[in-house]
T-cell receptor
Framework: QKEVEQNSGPLSVPEGAIASLNCTYS??????FFWYRQYSGKSPELIMF????GDKEDGRFTAQLNKASQYVSLLIRDSQPSDSATYLC?????????????FGTGTRLTIIP | KAGVTQTPRYLIKTRGQQVTLSCSPI?????VSWYQQTPGQGLQFLFE???????NKGNFPGRFSGRQFSNSRSEMNVSTLELGDSALYLC????????????????FGEGSRLTVL
């Protein structure tokens, strides 16, 4: 079983709709959760992080965490063509000097104009 | 502020050769991590260095090694290259020590794309 699992997609969403990206993780010791965005041919960049159960909103983005179900999601409201990218879910087990992110394989999102 | 710089950007090697990749982190960042990215496996953690010491290591064979210099610049080396080593190698930097611990934000370079023939 992979530590972090994502549906590879592609996920196609009409412009203006809500895009929902999902991620599950296997290690209950995981404490921090991150969403990175990677445009084609570019390097990943952090867009959201969440540490506590519940929702966290930042502009059009909402991260949701359910530790009991070991489930993280990212919602993108009012999707724009510029949101077309691969979204990488990542987790970390916080510890002394433990700066190791474990990534999922990513979900490729396409916003259809 | 300059970003993370990786060199070379592209390189082609043949099986059995070795390769050295270089990474210059953002000024002031003391932690450098290396990841291998392939279409099938995604981003896989190789190792992380902080103040010239390897703090974390992923599940890669001993052919993959790295080091960090006193100016925080880092190199990774792959010896006896195999076809399966063809990948994008990404370097990422972070401050290393922040109040409250690592925030999870890594700043990635553009990567070094290695093709092994």
């Amino acid at each position: 079983q992979k530590e972090v699992e994502q549906n590879s997609g592609p996920l196609s969403v009409p412009e203006g709709a809500i895009a929902s990206l999902n991620c599950t993780y296997s290690d209950r010791g995981s404490q921090s959760f991150f969403w990175y965005r990677q445009y084609s041919g570019k390097s990943p960049e952090l867009i959201m992080f969440i540490y506590s159960n519940g929702d966290k909103e930042d502009g059009r983005f909402t991260a949701q965490l359910n530790k009991a179900s070991q489930y993280v999601s990212l919602l993108i409201r009012d999707s724009q063509p510029s949101d077309s990218a691969t979204y990488l879910c990542a987790v970390i087990k916080r510890g002394l000097g433990n700066e190791k992110l474990t990534f999922g394989t990513g979900t490729r999102l396409t916003i259809i104009p | 502020k300059a970003g993370v710089t990786q060199t070379p950007r592209y390189l082609i090697k043949t099986r059995g050769q070795q390769v050295t990749l270089s990474c210059s982190p953002i000024s002031g960042h003391r932690s450098v991590s290396w990841y291998q990215q392939t279409p099938g496996q995604g981003l896989q953690f190789l190792f992380e260095y902080f103040s010239e010491t390897q703090r974390n290591k992923g599940n890669f064979p001993g052919r993959f090694s790295g080091r960090q210099f006193s100016n925080s610049r880092s190199e990774m080396n792959v010896s006896t290259l195999e076809l399966g080593d063809s990948a994008l190698y990404l370097c990422a930097s972070s401050p290393g020590i922040t109040p409250g611990g690592f925030t999870g934000e890594l700043f990635f370079g553009e990567g070094s794309r290695l093709t092994v023939l």
